[in-house]
Protein backbone atom coordinates (compact mmCIF):
# COMPACT_ATOMS: atom_id res chain seq x y z
CA UNK A 1 0.00 0.00 0.00
CA UNK A 2 1.34 3.07 -0.58
CA UNK A 3 1.94 5.92 1.48
CA UNK A 4 2.23 9.71 -0.85
CA UNK A 5 -0.22 15.60 -2.11
CA UNK A 6 -2.21 17.71 -5.18
CA UNK A 7 -1.22 19.12 -8.13
CA UNK A 8 -3.97 21.71 -8.29
CA UNK A 9 -3.96 21.68 -4.47
CA UNK A 10 -1.30 21.60 -1.43
CA UNK A 11 -2.66 20.01 1.68
CA UNK A 12 -1.94 21.09 5.28
CA UNK A 13 1.17 19.44 6.60
CA UNK A 14 -0.05 19.04 10.18
CA UNK A 15 -2.54 16.66 8.34
CA UNK A 16 -0.35 14.09 8.00
CA UNK A 17 -0.03 12.58 11.18
CA UNK A 18 -3.09 11.55 11.22
CA UNK A 19 -2.65 9.24 8.40
CA UNK A 20 -1.23 5.45 9.19
CA UNK A 21 -0.96 2.91 6.65
CA UNK A 22 3.00 2.08 5.37
CA UNK A 23 5.49 4.49 5.11
CA UNK A 24 7.20 6.06 1.82
CA UNK A 25 10.15 4.17 0.09
CA UNK A 26 13.48 5.47 1.17
CA UNK A 27 15.72 7.11 -1.54
CA UNK A 28 19.25 9.06 -2.04
CA UNK A 29 20.19 11.76 -4.33
CA UNK A 30 21.61 11.28 -7.09
CA UNK A 31 20.94 7.89 -8.09
CA UNK A 32 21.11 6.79 -12.07
CA UNK A 33 17.90 6.80 -13.89
CA UNK A 34 17.42 3.67 -16.05
CA UNK A 35 17.85 4.49 -20.06
CA UNK A 36 15.09 6.92 -21.47
CA UNK A 37 13.89 7.98 -24.42
CA UNK A 38 12.17 10.83 -26.09
CA UNK A 39 13.58 13.72 -28.29
CA UNK A 40 13.70 16.67 -25.84
CA UNK A 41 17.10 17.90 -25.16
CA UNK A 42 18.44 20.90 -23.10
CA UNK A 43 17.36 22.69 -26.49
CA UNK A 44 13.76 22.48 -25.62
CA UNK A 45 13.85 25.04 -22.79
CA UNK A 46 14.66 28.35 -24.02
CA UNK A 47 12.98 31.72 -23.64
CA UNK A 48 11.09 33.25 -20.36
CA UNK A 49 9.39 31.09 -18.67
CA UNK A 50 7.45 31.69 -15.73
CA UNK A 51 6.77 29.44 -12.52
CA UNK A 52 4.41 28.97 -9.18
CA UNK A 53 5.64 26.35 -6.37
CA UNK A 54 3.20 26.00 -3.77
CA UNK A 55 4.13 23.70 -1.09
CA UNK A 56 5.37 23.48 2.77
CA UNK A 57 8.53 24.02 4.99
CA UNK A 58 7.25 24.39 8.63
CA UNK A 59 4.40 25.69 7.29
CA UNK A 60 3.23 26.71 4.07
CA UNK A 61 5.37 28.78 1.26
CA UNK A 62 4.77 29.48 -2.05
CA UNK A 63 7.65 30.71 -4.88
CA UNK A 64 6.66 32.42 -7.98
CA UNK A 65 8.68 34.31 -10.53
CA UNK A 66 10.87 33.89 -14.01
CA UNK A 67 13.94 32.79 -15.49
CA UNK A 68 15.57 32.80 -18.90
CA UNK A 69 16.66 29.84 -19.92
CA UNK A 70 19.02 30.17 -23.25
CA UNK A 71 18.76 26.39 -24.36
CA UNK A 72 22.26 25.46 -23.72
CA UNK A 73 21.53 24.64 -19.71
CA UNK A 74 22.16 28.17 -18.14
CA UNK A 75 19.98 30.09 -16.57
CA UNK A 76 21.02 33.71 -17.54
CA UNK A 77 18.54 35.79 -15.27
CA UNK A 78 15.51 36.06 -13.66
CA UNK A 79 13.49 37.52 -10.86
CA UNK A 80 11.44 35.40 -7.79
CA UNK A 81 9.32 36.32 -4.94
CA UNK A 82 9.35 34.11 -1.79
CA UNK A 83 6.79 33.67 1.00
CA UNK A 84 7.62 31.42 3.81
CA UNK A 85 5.85 32.55 7.09
CA UNK A 86 7.48 29.54 8.82
CA UNK A 87 11.00 30.11 7.97
CA UNK A 88 10.66 34.11 7.91
CA UNK A 89 11.32 34.60 4.66
CA UNK A 90 9.15 37.04 2.80
CA UNK A 91 11.43 38.35 -0.03
CA UNK A 92 10.37 39.70 -3.36
CA UNK A 93 12.04 41.34 -6.68
CA UNK A 94 14.98 38.76 -5.98
CA UNK A 95 17.08 38.16 -8.93
CA UNK A 96 18.07 34.56 -9.91
CA UNK A 97 20.86 32.24 -11.96
CA UNK A 98 21.22 28.73 -11.90
CA UNK A 99 21.52 25.82 -14.83
CA UNK A 100 19.53 23.34 -15.49
CA UNK A 101 19.37 19.59 -17.14
CA UNK A 102 16.76 18.20 -19.82
CA UNK A 103 16.76 14.32 -20.06
CA UNK A 104 15.71 12.87 -23.36
CA UNK A 105 11.83 11.69 -21.87
CA UNK A 106 11.38 15.53 -20.53
CA UNK A 107 12.16 15.23 -16.71
CA UNK A 108 13.78 18.74 -16.32
CA UNK A 109 15.95 19.66 -13.47
CA UNK A 110 16.58 23.09 -12.68
CA UNK A 111 19.18 24.82 -9.78
CA UNK A 112 18.25 27.78 -9.02
CA UNK A 113 20.36 30.63 -7.20
CA UNK A 114 19.89 33.47 -5.45
CA UNK A 115 20.48 35.59 -2.44
CA UNK A 116 16.85 34.61 -0.71
CA UNK A 117 18.90 30.83 -1.03
CA UNK A 118 19.26 27.84 -3.48
CA UNK A 119 16.44 25.17 -4.41
CA UNK A 120 16.20 23.11 -7.00
CA UNK A 121 12.49 22.54 -8.86
CA UNK A 122 11.99 19.27 -11.16
CA UNK A 123 9.71 19.39 -13.56
CA UNK A 124 8.10 17.36 -16.82
CA UNK A 125 8.48 19.36 -19.99
CA UNK A 126 4.63 18.33 -21.92
CA UNK A 127 6.00 20.67 -24.95
CA UNK A 128 8.67 23.41 -25.09
CA UNK A 129 5.97 25.42 -23.59
CA UNK A 130 4.54 24.17 -20.24
CA UNK A 131 5.82 21.50 -17.91
CA UNK A 132 4.60 20.28 -14.60
CA UNK A 133 6.78 20.99 -11.89
CA UNK A 134 7.57 20.02 -7.75
CA UNK A 135 9.85 21.63 -5.73
CA UNK A 136 13.04 18.77 -5.44
CA UNK A 137 15.11 19.23 -2.09
CA UNK A 138 15.35 17.65 0.94
CA UNK A 139 14.38 20.87 3.18
CA UNK A 140 11.49 21.24 1.42
CA UNK A 141 8.50 20.26 -1.21
CA UNK A 142 5.77 21.63 -2.97
CA UNK A 143 3.86 21.44 -6.83
CA UNK A 144 3.32 23.95 -9.28
CA UNK A 145 4.09 24.71 -12.95
CA UNK A 146 6.29 26.27 -15.40
CA UNK A 147 5.28 28.00 -18.84
CA UNK A 148 6.95 30.12 -21.53
CA UNK A 149 6.28 33.39 -21.55
CA UNK A 150 4.40 35.53 -24.19
CA UNK A 151 6.47 38.66 -24.04
CA UNK A 152 3.71 40.60 -26.15
CA UNK A 153 1.86 40.40 -23.00
CA UNK A 154 4.03 42.48 -20.94
CA UNK A 155 1.94 45.79 -21.03
CA UNK A 156 -1.29 46.96 -19.19
CA UNK A 157 -3.53 45.68 -22.25
CA UNK A 158 -2.88 41.97 -21.28
CA UNK A 159 -4.89 42.48 -17.79
CA UNK A 160 -8.02 44.35 -19.51
CA UNK A 161 -10.90 42.49 -19.16
CA UNK A 162 -12.47 39.52 -17.18
CA UNK A 163 -10.51 37.29 -15.31
CA UNK A 164 -11.01 34.80 -12.69
CA UNK A 165 -8.27 33.16 -9.20
CA UNK A 166 -7.86 30.51 -7.47
CA UNK A 167 -5.43 30.86 -4.63
CA UNK A 168 -4.63 28.53 -1.62
CA UNK A 169 -2.30 28.98 1.46
CA UNK A 170 -1.68 29.35 4.81
CA UNK A 171 -3.90 31.78 6.91
CA UNK A 172 -3.13 34.31 9.71
CA UNK A 173 -2.57 31.12 12.23
CA UNK A 174 -1.26 29.10 9.62
CA UNK A 175 -4.27 27.25 9.26
CA UNK A 176 -5.52 26.38 5.56
CA UNK A 177 -7.05 29.08 4.10
CA UNK A 178 -8.31 28.49 0.11
CA UNK A 179 -10.46 31.38 -2.10
CA UNK A 180 -11.89 32.34 -5.49
CA UNK A 181 -12.80 35.11 -7.15
CA UNK A 182 -13.47 36.77 -10.64
CA UNK A 183 -13.13 40.45 -12.21
CA UNK A 184 -12.98 42.76 -14.79
CA UNK A 185 -10.65 45.58 -14.79
CA UNK A 186 -10.79 49.12 -17.31
CA UNK A 187 -7.33 51.03 -18.02
CA UNK A 188 -7.33 54.10 -15.37
CA UNK A 189 -4.19 55.86 -15.78
CA UNK A 190 -2.53 52.92 -17.19
CA UNK A 191 -3.18 51.02 -14.29
CA UNK A 192 -6.30 48.63 -14.66
CA UNK A 193 -8.70 49.17 -11.68
CA UNK A 194 -10.91 46.75 -10.58
CA UNK A 195 -14.51 47.50 -12.22
CA UNK A 196 -16.73 44.35 -10.94
CA UNK A 197 -15.81 41.78 -9.34
CA UNK A 198 -16.68 39.02 -6.36
CA UNK A 199 -14.43 36.43 -3.98
CA UNK A 200 -15.10 33.84 -1.69
CA UNK A 201 -13.18 32.62 1.04
CA UNK A 202 -13.17 29.41 2.94
CA UNK A 203 -10.66 30.23 6.09
CA UNK A 204 -10.53 27.52 8.18
CA UNK A 205 -14.31 26.10 7.49
CA UNK A 206 -15.02 30.12 8.09
CA UNK A 207 -16.91 31.36 5.16
CA UNK A 208 -16.98 34.97 3.35
CA UNK A 209 -19.11 34.34 0.51
CA UNK A 210 -19.87 36.64 -2.75
CA UNK A 211 -18.52 39.24 -1.49
CA UNK A 212 -17.72 42.26 -3.35
CA UNK A 213 -14.28 42.84 -4.85
CA UNK A 214 -12.01 45.88 -5.43
CA UNK A 215 -8.79 46.44 -6.00
CA UNK A 216 -6.50 47.39 -9.06
CA UNK A 217 -3.56 45.78 -11.17
CA UNK A 218 -0.22 47.75 -12.01
CA UNK A 219 1.54 47.88 -15.32
CA UNK A 220 3.48 44.75 -16.06
CA UNK A 221 5.85 46.06 -18.24
CA UNK A 222 8.89 43.45 -17.72
CA UNK A 223 6.43 40.91 -17.06
CA UNK A 224 5.95 41.39 -13.20
CA UNK A 225 3.56 43.31 -11.88
CA UNK A 226 2.04 43.99 -8.44
CA UNK A 227 -1.91 43.69 -7.51
CA UNK A 228 -4.01 44.84 -4.66
CA UNK A 229 -7.73 42.56 -4.18
CA UNK A 230 -9.89 44.40 -1.56
CA UNK A 231 -13.05 43.05 -0.41
CA UNK A 232 -14.34 43.77 3.59
CA UNK A 233 -12.56 40.59 5.24
CA UNK A 234 -9.64 43.21 4.13
CA UNK A 235 -6.82 44.07 1.32
CA UNK A 236 -4.19 41.40 0.17
CA UNK A 237 -1.41 42.59 -1.91
CA UNK A 238 0.18 40.59 -4.47
CA UNK A 239 2.78 40.32 -7.10
CA UNK A 240 1.83 38.75 -10.36
CA UNK A 241 3.59 36.96 -13.51
CA UNK A 242 2.18 37.37 -17.00
CA UNK A 243 2.45 34.16 -19.09
CA UNK A 244 0.29 35.33 -21.61
CA UNK A 245 -2.97 37.28 -22.36
CA UNK A 246 -5.28 34.64 -20.85
CA UNK A 247 -3.10 33.90 -17.95
CA UNK A 248 -1.25 35.22 -14.48
CA UNK A 249 0.24 33.80 -11.31
CA UNK A 250 -0.36 35.63 -8.66
CA UNK A 251 1.68 35.39 -5.07
CA UNK A 252 0.85 37.09 -1.97
CA UNK A 253 3.62 39.69 -1.11
CA UNK A 254 1.86 40.29 2.89
CA UNK A 255 3.43 38.75 6.00
CA UNK A 256 -0.03 37.00 6.55
CA UNK A 257 -2.11 35.06 5.00
CA UNK A 258 0.34 33.51 2.52
CA UNK A 259 -1.71 33.06 -0.57
CA UNK A 260 -0.75 31.66 -4.24
CA UNK A 261 -2.37 30.53 -7.46
CA UNK A 262 -3.62 31.29 -10.95
CA UNK A 263 -5.91 33.54 -12.82
CA UNK A 264 -7.44 32.91 -15.88
CA UNK A 265 -9.17 35.27 -18.69
CA UNK A 266 -12.97 34.50 -18.34
CA UNK A 267 -15.19 32.79 -20.90
CA UNK A 268 -18.89 32.00 -20.95
CA UNK A 269 -18.46 28.25 -20.58
CA UNK A 270 -22.58 26.72 -19.78
CA UNK A 271 -22.52 23.76 -17.04
CA UNK A 272 -23.23 21.06 -20.01
CA UNK A 273 -22.82 17.32 -20.19
CA UNK A 274 -19.88 15.99 -18.02
CA UNK A 275 -17.58 17.56 -15.68
CA UNK A 276 -14.28 15.59 -14.21
CA UNK A 277 -14.20 17.47 -11.57
CA UNK A 278 -10.96 17.34 -9.01
CA UNK A 279 -10.88 19.16 -5.34
CA UNK A 280 -8.17 18.47 -2.19
CA UNK A 281 -7.52 19.97 1.07
CA UNK A 282 -8.55 19.68 4.30
CA UNK A 283 -12.35 18.09 6.00
CA UNK A 284 -12.47 18.56 9.82
CA UNK A 285 -8.98 17.89 10.83
CA UNK A 286 -7.75 15.08 8.37
CA UNK A 287 -6.24 15.33 4.91
CA UNK A 288 -9.35 15.65 1.80
CA UNK A 289 -9.27 14.69 -1.72
CA UNK A 290 -12.31 14.10 -3.52
CA UNK A 291 -13.53 13.77 -7.55
CA UNK A 292 -16.67 13.14 -9.28
CA UNK A 293 -18.11 13.18 -12.48
CA UNK A 294 -21.20 15.40 -12.30
CA UNK A 295 -23.81 14.93 -15.46
CA UNK A 296 -25.92 17.71 -16.06
CA UNK A 297 -29.23 18.21 -17.81
CA UNK A 298 -27.86 21.37 -18.90
CA UNK A 299 -30.19 23.69 -16.87
CA UNK A 300 -30.34 23.44 -13.28
CA UNK A 301 -29.63 19.72 -12.42
CA UNK A 302 -26.91 17.35 -11.52
CA UNK A 303 -27.96 14.20 -12.14
CA UNK A 304 -28.56 11.13 -10.54
CA UNK A 305 -26.22 8.90 -12.38
CA UNK A 306 -23.89 11.35 -10.87
CA UNK A 307 -21.13 9.72 -8.75
CA UNK A 308 -17.99 11.02 -6.24
CA UNK A 309 -15.78 9.35 -4.95
CA UNK A 310 -13.79 10.94 -1.59
CA UNK A 311 -10.46 9.69 0.34
CA UNK A 312 -11.10 11.34 3.96
CA UNK A 313 -7.49 11.00 5.95
CA UNK A 314 -7.10 7.41 4.53
CA UNK A 315 -11.02 5.93 4.84
CA UNK A 316 -11.58 5.82 0.86
CA UNK A 317 -15.44 5.52 -0.35
CA UNK A 318 -16.18 5.56 -4.15
CA UNK A 319 -18.51 5.23 -6.60
CA UNK A 320 -21.28 7.39 -4.55
CA UNK A 321 -24.05 8.43 -5.67
CA UNK A 322 -24.54 12.54 -5.46
CA UNK A 323 -27.35 14.44 -7.35
CA UNK A 324 -28.04 18.25 -6.75
CA UNK A 325 -28.98 21.39 -8.42
CA UNK A 326 -26.42 24.51 -9.75
CA UNK A 327 -27.47 27.87 -10.35
CA UNK A 328 -26.88 30.29 -13.76
CA UNK A 329 -23.96 32.33 -13.77
CA UNK A 330 -23.84 36.35 -12.09
CA UNK A 331 -20.54 37.93 -12.22
CA UNK A 332 -18.72 35.08 -13.82
CA UNK A 333 -19.78 33.01 -11.09
CA UNK A 334 -22.35 30.04 -9.78
CA UNK A 335 -22.67 27.43 -7.71
CA UNK A 336 -23.63 23.83 -7.30
CA UNK A 337 -24.83 22.13 -4.43
CA UNK A 338 -24.86 18.81 -3.62
CA UNK A 339 -26.67 18.03 -0.51
CA UNK A 340 -25.74 13.72 -0.10
CA UNK A 341 -21.89 14.41 -1.32
CA UNK A 342 -19.26 13.22 1.35
CA UNK A 343 -17.32 16.38 0.45
CA UNK A 344 -18.53 18.57 -2.06
CA UNK A 345 -22.07 19.53 -1.02
CA UNK A 346 -21.20 23.47 -1.45
CA UNK A 347 -19.07 24.43 -4.57
CA UNK A 348 -18.67 27.74 -6.44
CA UNK A 349 -17.55 27.42 -9.58
CA UNK A 350 -16.04 30.23 -11.81
CA UNK A 351 -15.51 29.38 -16.12
CA UNK A 352 -12.70 30.15 -17.61
CA UNK A 353 -9.94 29.60 -20.80
CA UNK A 354 -8.97 26.36 -18.31
CA UNK A 355 -11.71 25.06 -17.17
CA UNK A 356 -13.30 25.49 -14.52
CA UNK A 357 -12.03 26.88 -10.99
CA UNK A 358 -13.82 25.29 -8.14
CA UNK A 359 -13.10 25.95 -4.23
CA UNK A 360 -15.50 24.66 -1.35
CA UNK A 361 -17.63 26.70 0.30
CA UNK A 362 -18.57 24.02 3.24
CA UNK A 363 -17.85 25.16 6.32
CA UNK A 364 -17.17 21.56 6.76
CA UNK A 365 -14.79 20.87 3.71
CA UNK A 366 -11.62 23.82 3.01
CA UNK A 367 -10.73 22.48 -0.82
CA UNK A 368 -10.05 23.95 -3.96
CA UNK A 369 -9.82 22.23 -7.35
CA UNK A 370 -10.51 22.53 -10.93
CA UNK A 371 -13.83 20.65 -13.36
CA UNK A 372 -13.69 20.08 -17.26
CA UNK A 373 -15.89 19.93 -19.47
CA UNK A 374 -16.02 15.87 -20.38
CA UNK A 375 -15.59 15.54 -24.41
CA UNK A 376 -17.94 13.60 -26.05
CA UNK A 377 -15.79 10.74 -27.91
CA UNK A 378 -16.21 7.34 -26.15
CA UNK A 379 -13.38 6.62 -23.43
CA UNK A 380 -12.27 3.03 -23.19
CA UNK A 381 -8.34 1.85 -22.62
CA UNK A 382 -7.45 2.74 -26.07
CA UNK A 383 -8.49 6.29 -24.61
CA UNK A 384 -4.98 6.70 -22.88
CA UNK A 385 -2.35 5.83 -25.33
CA UNK A 386 0.90 7.89 -25.78
CA UNK A 387 3.65 9.78 -23.74
CA UNK A 388 2.36 11.19 -21.01
CA UNK A 389 3.25 14.02 -17.80
CA UNK A 390 2.17 12.74 -14.66
CA UNK A 391 2.55 14.98 -11.73
CA UNK A 392 1.41 14.07 -7.89
CA UNK A 393 0.76 16.37 -4.65
CA UNK A 394 -0.68 15.30 -1.15
CA UNK A 395 0.19 13.69 2.14
CA UNK A 396 0.71 10.73 3.80
CA UNK A 397 2.17 9.33 7.33
CA UNK A 398 5.59 10.97 6.64
CA UNK A 399 4.95 14.22 5.65
CA UNK A 400 4.03 15.75 2.28
CA UNK A 401 4.69 14.57 -0.82
CA UNK A 402 4.90 15.44 -4.92
CA UNK A 403 5.58 13.63 -7.75
CA UNK A 404 6.29 13.98 -11.56
CA UNK A 405 6.88 11.01 -14.35
CA UNK A 406 7.29 10.46 -17.81
CA UNK A 407 5.06 7.11 -18.84
CA UNK A 408 4.32 5.87 -21.96
CA UNK A 409 0.61 4.04 -22.26
CA UNK A 410 0.35 1.39 -25.37
CA UNK A 411 -3.58 1.53 -25.33
CA UNK A 412 -4.34 -1.44 -24.32
CA UNK A 413 -3.72 -0.91 -20.67
CA UNK A 414 -0.09 -0.82 -20.02
CA UNK A 415 1.99 1.50 -18.45
CA UNK A 416 5.74 2.04 -18.18
CA UNK A 417 8.30 5.19 -17.41
CA UNK A 418 10.17 6.75 -15.02
CA UNK A 419 9.39 8.62 -11.43
CA UNK A 420 11.06 11.39 -9.00
CA UNK A 421 9.50 12.04 -6.22
CA UNK A 422 9.86 14.18 -3.13
CA UNK A 423 7.90 12.46 0.12
CA UNK A 424 8.65 14.83 2.90
CA UNK A 425 12.22 16.14 1.86
CA UNK A 426 13.61 12.14 1.26
CA UNK A 427 14.18 12.28 -2.63
CA UNK A 428 14.14 9.87 -5.51
CA UNK A 429 14.98 10.26 -8.96
CA UNK A 430 14.28 8.13 -12.14
CA UNK A 431 12.37 5.15 -10.25
CA UNK A 432 11.24 2.42 -13.18
CA UNK A 433 7.80 2.93 -13.56
CA UNK A 434 5.40 0.47 -14.41
CA UNK A 435 1.44 0.01 -13.81
CA UNK A 436 -2.16 -0.94 -15.62
CA UNK A 437 -5.65 1.61 -16.27
CA UNK A 438 -8.68 0.72 -17.17
CA UNK A 439 -11.15 3.04 -18.28
CA UNK A 440 -15.15 3.16 -18.27
CA UNK A 441 -17.58 3.97 -20.84
CA UNK A 442 -18.03 7.09 -18.50
CA UNK A 443 -14.89 8.64 -18.67
CA UNK A 444 -14.21 7.03 -14.76
CA UNK A 445 -11.33 4.37 -14.85
CA UNK A 446 -8.36 3.18 -12.49
CA UNK A 447 -4.89 2.88 -12.46
CA UNK A 448 -2.21 0.93 -10.67
CA UNK A 449 1.85 2.10 -10.84
CA UNK A 450 3.65 0.59 -9.38
CA UNK A 451 7.96 1.92 -8.69
CA UNK A 452 10.56 0.83 -6.07
CA UNK A 453 8.70 3.88 -3.98
CA UNK A 454 5.46 1.44 -3.61
CA UNK A 455 2.10 1.56 -5.89
CA UNK A 456 -0.43 4.23 -6.24
CA UNK A 457 -3.94 2.90 -6.92
CA UNK A 458 -5.74 5.74 -9.02
CA UNK A 459 -9.34 6.87 -9.98
CA UNK A 460 -9.17 9.08 -13.45
CA UNK A 461 -11.19 10.72 -14.83
CA UNK A 462 -10.78 11.54 -18.29
CA UNK A 463 -11.49 15.29 -19.63
CA UNK A 464 -10.23 13.83 -22.91
CA UNK A 465 -7.60 11.11 -24.54
CA UNK A 466 -4.68 14.32 -23.88
CA UNK A 467 -5.92 15.34 -20.23
CA UNK A 468 -6.95 13.36 -16.84
CA UNK A 469 -7.42 14.33 -13.39
CA UNK A 470 -7.05 11.72 -10.79
CA UNK A 471 -7.43 11.15 -7.00
CA UNK A 472 -5.38 8.35 -5.39
CA UNK A 473 -7.44 6.05 -3.59
CA UNK A 474 -5.52 4.46 -0.92
CA UNK A 475 -5.31 4.28 2.48
CA UNK A 476 -1.78 5.42 3.18
CA UNK A 477 -1.70 8.60 1.34
CA UNK A 478 -4.27 11.26 0.27
CA UNK A 479 -3.59 12.37 -3.32
CA UNK A 480 -4.54 14.19 -6.44
CA UNK A 481 -2.66 14.96 -10.17
CA UNK A 482 -3.15 15.38 -13.43
CA UNK A 483 -1.87 13.27 -16.56
CA UNK A 484 -1.51 15.38 -20.02
CA UNK A 485 -0.14 13.95 -23.60
CA UNK A 486 3.52 15.55 -23.84
CA UNK A 487 3.95 17.27 -27.33
Do not use: W
Request: aromatic share 8%; net charge negative.
Amino acid sequence: MRSHKSLLGVLVLSLAVILAGCGSGKFTMGQNPPPVTGTFTNASLNGSYAFLIRGTITGFFSIAGSFQANGAGVITAGTEDINSPGTGILMNNVAITGTYVVLADGRTTANITSPAGNFVIDFILLSNQHGLAMRFNNSATGSGTVDLQDAASFSAATIQGSFAFSLYGGDHNGNFEVTAGAFTTTDINNSDAIQVGVQDFNDNGTLSVNRTLTGAFANPASGRGTATLTTNVGALNFAYYVVDSNHLILIETDTAPELAGNAFRQMPTPISGALAVELSGSSGSVAFAAGAILKSDGASSILTTSTEDVNKGGTVTQNLAVSGVFSAFLKGRATINLPGSSGMASLVVYPTTAGFLVVSIDAGTVASGTAFTQQSLPPSNSSLNGSYGFSLGGTNSAGTVDAIAEFTADGKGNITGNLDENSAGVLGSGLALTGTNSIASTGRGTAVLNSSAGSMNLILYMVDASDFIYLEADTGQVATGRIQLQQ
